[in-house]
């Protein structure tokens, strides 16, 4: 199962090329995909016209979305925050330290095309999707 971050959505709905987006428009149809509730959230709070809006939410919840909170996520995101500062590295969102650690926890690879997950994976075995 591969869960797609709201980074790799925006550029999707924005029409971006880019090498994530060309891999999620490969994978539409052919591989299991799904979203957190945050990263819904996160896709759908940028539109600005109500009929893309509409249209995105459609589309996205054809998709299964998982409730990405509770406390064992928030307690083992906390711990790879901590985890990661004592290396130095410091996660710049909370939302991605939440989605990252979901991943992690329900061995789910992840497509995205921010920046913050790249110590997940070079640290605690998060599996990204290339």
Same mark, same amino acid.
């Given at each position: 199962?591969?869960?797609? %971050?709201?980074s790799v959505w925006i550029d999707y709905f924005n029409g971006l090329s880019t090498p994530q987006t060309d891999r999620l428009? #490969? +994978? /539409?149809g052919y591989e299991s995909?799904?979203?957190? %509730?945050?990263i819904l959230c996160e896709v759908l709070q940028g539109f600005q016209h109500?009929?893309?809006?509409e249209?995105?939410? #459609? +589309? /996205?919840?054809?998709?299964?979305?998982?409730?990405?909170?509770?406390?064992?996520i928030a307690l083992r995101s906390a711990e790879h925050y901590r985890f990661l500062r004592q290396r130095g590295i410091t996660i710049?969102?909370?939302?991605?330290?939440?989605?990252a650690t979901f991943a992690i926890v329900?061995?789910?690879?992840?497509?995205h095309s921010d920046?913050?997950?790249?110590?997940?994976?070079?640290y605690l075995e998060l599996e990204i999707v290339r």
């Open positions: 199962m591969w869960l797609i %971050d709201s428009d #490969a +994978a /539409l995909l799904c979203l957190g %509730d945050i109500q009929a893309d809006f249209q995105a939410r #459609a +589309a /996205l919840l054809m998709f299964p979305i998982y409730p990405i909170g509770g406390v064992e710049r969102k909370t939302i991605d330290c939440l989605i329900n061995g789910m690879a992840l497509l920046r913050d997950f790249d110590p997940f994976e070079q």
